[in-house]
């Protein structure tokens, strides 16, 4: 599976002619040694006046749209082709002194993934901090990537996806509460229960390849000495490959 096609078309229309404002589009994917970009092209209908492109502080290739014109309609249509080769669970490296929970990041890197460790959500009774303990081993050592492959095969056994249109997340207790969210949700749940074990973990969006359907995912990618950053979605993926990453998810 090493070449991909993405087709991703977002459209909005309006019952009269409106006029825009600025926007902000992320549907460049992000290159690496494992994803090479072979050709990205955007067209939005109407025609923008102007359309510019900027690296966010997190190195999001984002471009920025602004219109001159009123329209019924906008179209957002991105097509990109990429050589994609990631690596199997099975062969994920990770530095020997990490492969056990607990361990410390380096001296060298905490700096730079402090924000990415930091909580973002007020857990007075505890809650997230109890339910990521449960994927402990009661000896003391825990296998590292076990355990956070065990808390996403809880998410998908334990939790009820419901989809939902609106804006914002559900903050990862009323998630807990609830037992039911949107992916995003859910990479919220994970990247809290992650901190509350001292890990670094972020909020990343992204392309999951299934044969059968083209599905855009919203995942955490947990931060592991040696092998860059994991990524997972609720049903497990561990190739999902971030298009727009952040250290903070809100």
């Avoid at 992650?194 to 670094?200: C, D, E, K, P, Q």
């Amino acid at each position: 599976m090493p070449f991909l096609t993405l087709s991703h078309v977002t459209r909005y229309t309006y019952r009269q002619p409106v006029a825009f404002g600025e926007h902000r589009i992320m549907v460049r994917p992000r290159e690496s040694h494992d994803q090479q970009l072979i050709s990205a092209e955007l067209t939005i209908t109407p025609e923008p006046s102007e359309v510019r492109w900027l690296h966010d502080v997190f190195g999001n290739s984002v471009a920025i749209a602004t219109f001159d014109r009123r329209a019924r309609e906008l179209v957002f249509d991105s097509r990109v082709r990429l050589d994609h080769s990631p690596a199997e669970l099975a062969t994920v490296d990770i530095e020997q002194y990490a492969r056990s929970y607990p361990f410390t990041y380096s001296s060298e890197d905490m700096p730079d993934l402090l924000r990415s460790i930091e909580r973002q959500h007020h857990d007075p009774h505890r809650e997230i901090d109890r339910w990521a303990r449960r994927f402990l081993d009661p000896s003391g050592r825990t296998d590292t990537l076990a355990m956070l492959s065990d808390m996403t095969a809880a998410i998908r056994r334990d939790f009820t996806y419901v989809p939902r249109p609106e804006k914002g997340t559900q903050s990862p207790i009323e998630t807990l509460a609830r037992r039911k969210g949107t992916c995003r949700d859910y990479a919220m749940l994970m990247i809290e229960a992650a901190r509350a074990l001292g890990f670094a973990a972020r909020f990343v969006s992204g392309y999951v390849y299934n044969p059968s359907s083209r599905e855009q995912r919203t995942g955490a990618a947990t931060r592991m000495p040696g092998s860059a950053s994991i990524c997972r979605d609720r049903v497990g993926s561990s190739s999902i490959r971030p298009t727009a990453s952040s250290a903070v998810a809100g």
